[in-house]
């Protein structure tokens, strides 16, 4: 593969949610094929490849891609979203939410129903409530989207 591919719900390029393995092995270059540990400490197949020059981490489930995990600024949406992203343009977008995660918060928007913001941010909400759109932008605006994540989408 050359050049950037796009990002959207369904991932990168040639390496999209529900491919076979196989598929993919025949577009991508291959680095890495094996268990790892992954979330809350469970092993997991991962599946590593270089596109476009970048290294992208994917979660193999029955021999299909299943997550697809963005850590270069390389990679973004037909309207730019992408890693660096100020948080403040994810918490603009109609219906964002953020919530708390295993290693950061994250956001997520119906405008873009499959990806999964993360930002290295306290884990744990004000005192009393849940990281609302409007409550996270006013705190933490400036930090910038340092993964994302291709995750299913459930509208």
């Keep these: ?17 529900g491919r ?11 680095i890495r094929d094996g268990q790892q540990q992954g979330q809350e400490g469970m092993m997991e197949r991962v599946l590593v490849l270089q596109i476009a020059g970048e ?9 299909r891609i299943d997550r697809i995990q963005v850590n270069s600024p390389r990679f973004r949406t037909a309207d730019s979203l992408g890693v660096d992203t ?22 997520f928007s119906p405008e873009h129903c499959g990806l999964s913001f993360r930002f290295s941010l306290p884990w744990r909400p004000p005192a009393g409530g849940q990281w609302t759109a409007a409550a996270i932008a006013k705190q ?7 993964r994302v994540i291709v995750i299913p989408c459930r509208r």
């Design 55 to 63: 290294t992208v981490r994917s979660v193999v489930v029955k021999d």
């Design 20 to 30: 076979l393995v196989s598929e993919v092995a025949a577009e991508c270059e291959v």
């Design 1 to 17: 593969m050359t050049g950037a591919p796009m990002l959207d719900e369904d991932g990168i390029g040639e390496l999209r949610r």
């Design 86 to 107: 100020p948080l403040s343009r994810i918490a603009a977008m109609r219906g964002a939410q953020f919530a708390p995660g295993e290693d950061g918060v994250y956001g």
């Design 140 to 146: 933490h605006g400036t930090a910038a989207v340092n």
